[in-house]
């Protein structure tokens, strides 16, 4: 099974996680800012990473390369979101971004997997919630990052 992993960070955390997961299941790793319309779609598990920022927006890079991804044909793709955020600070709009994208994939005919159980955050507001559950891997590097590693295999056992 090929599996891609696109992501975009500012501040290198989601570029570290994204390493991290690549290394536990051998997949390749790609910047947003570098991707091609086409990596998107050459691999049978795509895996998308973004932090939010901007009080519940996609980090500027996914913003500004957004295009790629929505030309994109995810029909039928297998595709897996994880998000990075901050539910102290911001816990109005604790990992948006994962919703964001969970919307323009599924509208483009992806089949999404990887979606996890709320438990074990303390935050109010999420747009990566559907029907109760986030669309994807909430990690919080922030305040949390001691559950990171269990919560990724958990993910990854799940998705795989
Ligand atoms: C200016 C700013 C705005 C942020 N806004 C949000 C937000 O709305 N929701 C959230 O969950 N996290 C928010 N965060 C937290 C980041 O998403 C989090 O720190 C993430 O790990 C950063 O990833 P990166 O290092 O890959 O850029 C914000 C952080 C900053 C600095």
């Known amino acids: 099974m090929s599996i891609t992993i696109i992501y975009g960070s500012d501040g290198g955390c989601t570029r570290k996680i994204a390493s991290k997961i690549a290394s536990k299941i ?8 570098k991707a091609q319309t086409a ?3 050459n691999c049978s598990l795509l895996i998308l990473g973004c932090p939010t920022y ?4 996609l980090q500027t890079d996914w913003i500004d390369h957004y295009e790629k991804l929505e030309e ?3 029909q039928g793709k297998k595709v897996a979101i994880f998000g990075m955020g901050d539910q102290m600070n911001y816990p109005e709009s604790f990992v948006d971004a994962i919703g964001i994208l969970y919307d323009t994939v599924s509208e483009k005919g992806a089949q999404v997997v990887g979606f996890t159980e709320n ?6 507001k999420s747009q990566g919630l559907r029907e109760g559950r986030f669309a994807g891997l ?8 001691g559950k990171t590693e269990a919560r990724i295999n958990a993910w990854l056992a799940q998705i795989k």
């Open 26 to 33: 051998n997949a390749k790793t790609l910047d947003i800012k």
């Open 119 to 124: 438990t074990g955050y303390d935050f109010s």
């Open 54 to 57: 901007a009080d519940g927006d």
């Open 39 to 41: 990596d998107f779609e």
């Open 138 to 145: 909430a990690l919080d590097e922030d305040n949390q990052s």
């Open 72 to 74: 994109a044909n995810l």
